[in-house]
T-cell receptor
């Protein structure tokens, strides 16, 4: 009974590189959410996706960030041309249809050098 | 205005004692949900308890209970019989309906330290 899976758990990138964060939701969950946690802060909503649809991306920075949840495979959060300010923990959560509770993955710690 | 406020940056409790972590919220939506999550030092986010705005009774899950006072807009977490493993950061969060559905808003968190 696997929970939400995220990989990699730790990612180091140099400024200007691309970061790809992957999230596999819990079995039976069709809704995926991404959150960002800066040091010493609470989590901030980024994007809410269902299969092949972006439902709410109001928390996504306008540039360099994109997310997808394809019909097959994991959800991907992509950060292009990373900057030091992108260093944070990125959490993915999932929920089944018609249920509010979101279950979180272990997070990906991104460090930009 | 802050939607979720946790006014206690840090709390200390003796092992086996009960502790209350405060959370107040702000919304004009009649339909909302309130959540508590635990984040131990290892970093994962663990779901603890949920309360819906229309629920008549306070939610309970084992040693966790949510003291829901709707008129005061508070949703305090009560941990009974604290254990050393309860030492962690605790986040209160809220979901709303309408166009905000699916988006959890988190408070700043409270660090709980349980002393032996």
């Amino acid at each position: 009974n696997a929970g939400v899976m995220q990989n990699p758990r730790h990612l180091v990138r140099r400024r200007g590189q691309e970061a790809r964060l992957r999230c596999s939701p819990m079995k039976g969950h069709s809704h995926v959410y991404w959150y960002r946690q800066l040091p010493e802060e609470g989590l901030k909503f980024m994007v809410y996706l269902q299969k092949e649809n972006i439902i709410d991306e109001s928390g996504m920075p306008k540039e360099r960030f994109s997310a997808e949840f394809p019909k097959e495979g994991p959800s991907i959060l992509r950060i292009q041309q990373v900057v030091r300010g992108d260093s944070a923990a990125y959490f993915c959560a999932s929920s089944p249809r018609y249920q509010e509770t979101q279950y979180f993955g272990p997070g990906t710690r991104l460090l930009v050098l | 205005a802050q939607k979720i406020t946790q006014t206690q940056p840090g709390m200390f409790v003796q092992e086996k004692e009960a502790v209350t972590l405060d959370c107040t919220y702000d919304t004009s939506d009649p339909s909302y949900g309130l959540f508590w999550y635990k984040q131990p030092s290892s970093g994962e986010m663990i779901f603890l308890i949920y309360q819906g705005s229309y629920d008549q009774q306070n939610a309970t899950e084992g040693r966790y209970s949510l003291n829901f006072q709707k008129a005061r807009k508070s949703a305090n977490l009560v941990i009974s019989a604290s254990q050393l493993g309860d030492s962690a950061m605790y986040f209160c969060a809220m979901s709303e309906g309408g166009t905000s559905y699916g988006k959890l808003t988190f408070g700043q968190g409270t660090i709980l330290t349980v002393h032996p």
